[in-house]
């Protein structure tokens, strides 16, 4: 039976990971959390707006209220590594060779591993950032789409036309598809050798949360009363074939999800704090904790797949291990 140890905070818990194999939960009101031979807070920004992690687990990436992004790595000692004046930080993303992209209003920014940074400038608000898997190539999501940019070249940027407002982006993991979330229920995707559009609907609410599988064959979200996993194996990707449901409870929605780094495994966060591991060959689930004071708003597995980092919007997070 897996075991929960429980962490109990004040306030909305917007990210959970590890950083080198520590627990870590970002706070909106501005501190982060550490389990790292128990509990320590570092205090970030005025407010955290965004959090995200390098590709090689090794520092936690925030953005704030107060225009910084900072970064926290595994000891916790916290530096700033951007700013964006006095504009709140809108969305943070990483990269390959430790890049790093921020953006606030109608402007990006892209950090390269030596210090240099690159500006990129939209014509509307940027509200979501993504690195794609290989190449320094930028996507943003915005009102009517999203562009994709070149950071070390000055190729010229290509743009994604689709009517509507875009909140967040995402690259497939092997760089063929490129897909956004919506403020409508639903979302949208580009096949990017022919800019085929592909359009996933159907949510009773907003998809805020969504991860791939570990061999990225499958897209897992949010937004349904069962995680909504969308098959991306062949060519065209979920076009003309229906998403696995997993995990449906009639009463409650799903709030967060996070698929297992090796295998076909998902573990879903419910709008009650009740967290699932559920298979995707055969639907069978196993319960990781049951419910909570509020919905769960952030879950990621560690490397290794053993642990399940869970943080809530009323604050009370903490991890699961799954060896019981």
């Known amino acids: 039976m897996p075991t929960v140890a429980p962490l109990d905070l004040d306030g909305y818990c917007l990210f959970a990971d590890f950083i080198d194999e520590t627990p870590v939960y970002a706070l909106a009101d501005g501190t982060v959390h550490r389990l790292d031979h128990g509990h320590q807070a570092v205090e970030m920004h005025d407010g955290i707006t965004c959090a995200t992690r390098t590709l090689d687990g090794k520092a936690l990436i925030t953005g704030g209220e107060d225009g910084l992004v900072r970064a926290l790595n595994g000891e916790g000692v916290a530096a700033e590594i951007g700013t964006a004046g006095r504009k709140w930080i809108a969305a943070v993303a990483t990269g390959p060779n430790g890049a790093v992209a921020w953006a606030a209003g109608k402007t990006a ?4 591993n030596d210090g240099a940074v690159k500006e990129f400038a939209e014509e509307r608000s940027i509200e979501g950032l993504a690195f794609a898997p290989k190449g320094l190539r930028l996507a943003t999501a915005r009102y009517n789409g999203g562009t994709l940019h070149w950071v070390a070249t000055s190729g010229k940027p290509v743009d994604l036309e689709w009517k509507g407002a875009h909140t967040s982006v995402m690259f497939s993991p092997d760089g063929k598809y490129v897909v956004t979330t919506m403020q409508e ?70 709030t967060a999800v996070a698929c297992h780094p090796q295998e076909d495994i998902v573990a879903v966060g419910y709008s009650d704090g009740m967290v699932l591991a559920v298979r995707f060959e055969d639907g069978k689930e196993v319960l990781l904790r049951r419910g909570g004071k509020g919905p769960v708003s952030a879950l ?19 991890v699961i291990d799954i060896r019981g």
């Open 109 to 112: 920014w892209a950090r390269l």
């Open 300 to 318: 990621a597995w560690d490397k290794d797949g053993y642990r399940v980092a869970f943080g809530s919007e009323a604050g009370d997070c903490g």
């Open 185 to 254: 229920n639903a979302l949208h995707g580009w096949r990017l050798d022919d800019m085929k559009h592909m359009r996933m609907s159907g949510y009773p609410a907003k998809v805020k949360s969504w991860s791939w599988s570990a061999k990225g064959k499958w897209l897992a979200t949010s937004g349904a009363p069962a995680a909504i996993v969308w098959p991306f194996s062949g060519k065209d990707g979920p076009m003309g074939k229906a998403p696995l449901e997993l995990g449906t409870r009639g009463d409650q929605m799903v």
